[in-house]
């Protein structure tokens, strides 16, 4: 008997054959799911035959070394049933499933509702005995506080919280996980992660990429619904967050809303002093030409969507008060850059004359390289008592270390139950209030420009405190 099956809903789409697929290829290969039977779903009548040659021409493009070999035992595990999202239809697949499924919407946000209540109408979300049923979605979770609200009720209908898994896939990234390791594994950090020695901290994420081919779901979603809202909050939370009293999924997930419940509200007012939005203009990446953003096929030209965002946070506790939080990510800026940047105060008493003793920064990189870099003063060899900066690095994965991808991270956290890396709905409902002042206020007026390849636009420097600059994002 198949121990688990994972059931893709929209298996003949893009995340599936992108992601889903080249991650349960690779967990395959390692031999870390051989007891599991992948059943693809999709209103296409395709047979089980052409489902698989389907995905095969899917990993030949997208799995990073695919092999003959593994593909002959790997497409054994896959199975196909043709359907549209109605309990009647969905009901072909009950010879199909284990006592232990999972059911995976890999279909656009629309959809999430009509698929969960229809999986329960067909009687899917009864865990039988022996086994569990899970249901596991990405984001987004609605595009405001009100439809990701009607969006939960419509899950529950059916499905417990505990059964729904919500995918951020940065909660699957090496260094995001690892912000938990570093701060709570390390005696030293723990007792100057706070106001008194923390002086503001920097999330960035900057991408050289534009629109793409995804104009239809961006000018409505825009970068602080796409990025802010859930990728760079979840990095906040986690610098920013209690240490808990233990590893459980709730007890850690109870500490990171209590930070989102801790920021100082944004109001009508204070927006402009809070948050910034940009729109890309043409300009040059290297030698390469880029046109801007209402030039991008499929958008309007008189499209107001921010293809840039930054926000200015404040967490109002005893740890944080005082330390401003800035988050920003945009498109087409100068490089592909992410960071989590701390900055520490500067030391209080008189150092050797020749030296200046700067701030130190501990710098967990996301991108280019994952890597954490402490920059510190150190003495300049020579005959006086002079500093000059110096960085410690730790490179995060050595030659021996076996690195996975968020999805492969996250579908085996599925498969094992563990919901620690996944949304729980008040941190969805959280972010969007904490976001709400924002999205109304930007439901008016235009972006700022910035030219592509740039660093955004210059009146993100408005959202700091008058002695810091954000960090450059060139490379
Ligand atoms: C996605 C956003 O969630 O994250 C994209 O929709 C963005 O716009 C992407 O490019 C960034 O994630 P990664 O892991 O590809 O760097």
Do not use: C
Not at 21 to 46: F, N, Q
Not at 55 to 77: C, G, N
Not at 158 to 180: A, P, V, Y
Not at 231 to 237: G, N
Request: a positive charge.
């Amino acid at each position: 008997m198949t121990a688990t099956t994972l059931v893709i809903l929209g298996a003949s789409g893009d995340l599936t054959q992108r992601l889903l697929m080249p991650a349960l290829y690779r967990l395959h290969a390692l031999g870390l799911t051989s007891d599991l039977r992948i059943v693809g779903y999709a209103k296409e009548p395709w047979s089980r035959d052409y489902f698989q040659r389907h995905i095969h021409k899917a990993l030949q493009s997208f799995a990073e070394d695919f092999k003959p070999a593994h593909w002959s035992r790997f497409r054994r595990q896959l199975d196909y049933v043709g359907g549209e999202l109605q309990a009647d239809q969905l009901a072909a697949l009950k010879d199909k499933l284990s006592p232990s499924t999972l059911f995976y919407l890999a279909l656009p946000p629309p959809l999430f509702g009509v698929a969960a209540t229809a999986l329960g109408e067909a009687g899917f979300a009864k865990s039988p005995h022996g086994g569990w049923r899970r249901l596991v979605v990405e984001k987004p979770f609605g595009t405001d506080l009100a439809s990701a609200q009607l969006l939960r009720e419509q899950m529950h209908a059916h499905w417990e919280e505990e059964q729904i898994l919500r995918i951020d896939h940065f909660l699957g990234k090496e260094t995001t996980q690892n912000l938990m390791v570093f701060r709570f594994a390390n005696r030293f950090l723990e007792p100057i992660w706070n106001a008194q020695h923390i002086s503001q901290v920097q999330i960035t994420y900057a991408e050289t990429l534009g629109v793409e081919q995804r104009a239809a779901y961006y000018d409505k979603a825009g970068a602080l619904r796409d990025m802010l809202q859930n990728h760079l909050m979840q990095l906040f939370s986690l610098a920013a967050m209690e240490p808990p009293s233990s590893w459980d999924a709730e007890v850690l997930r109870d500490h990171k809303v209590e930070v989102l419940r801790s920021v100082v509200p944004i109001t009508a007012k204070t927006v402009n002093a809070h948050a910034v939005r940009g729109q890309y203009r043409a300009g040059k990446l290297g030698r390469k030409k880029l046109v801007g953003y209402r030039s991008e096929p499929g958008i309007k030209r008189s499209s107001d969507t921010e293809t840039f965002a930054a926000l200015r946070l404040e967490v109002d506790n005893w740890r944080w008060r005082g330390v401003p939080f800035y988050l920003r990510s945009g498109k087409r800026l100068a490089s592909n850059y992410s960071e989590i940047a701390v900055q520490f105060r500067q030391v209080p008493g008189p150092v050797p004359h020749a030296v200046h003793a700067g701030n130190n920064w501990m710098i967990f990189r996301i991108r280019p390289v994952e890597r954490m870099d402490l920059l510190v003063t150190a003495k300049q060899p020579g005959l006086k008592l002079a500093g000059r900066p110096s960085i410690l690095t730790a490179m995060y994965a050595g030659p021996d270390d076996r690195e996975f991808s968020a999805y492969e991270q996250l579908l085996m956290d599925a498969m094992g139950g563990d919901r620690s890396h996944f949304l729980r709905f008040d941190e969805v409902e959280w972010a969007w209030k904490v976001l709400a002042p924002v999205l109304k206020a930007w439901e008016k007026g235009a972006p700022d420009f910035y030219a592509s390849g740039s660093e955004g636009p210059e009146t993100q420097a408005r959202l700091l405190d008058p002695e810091h600059h954000w960090r450059s994002i060139r490379l």
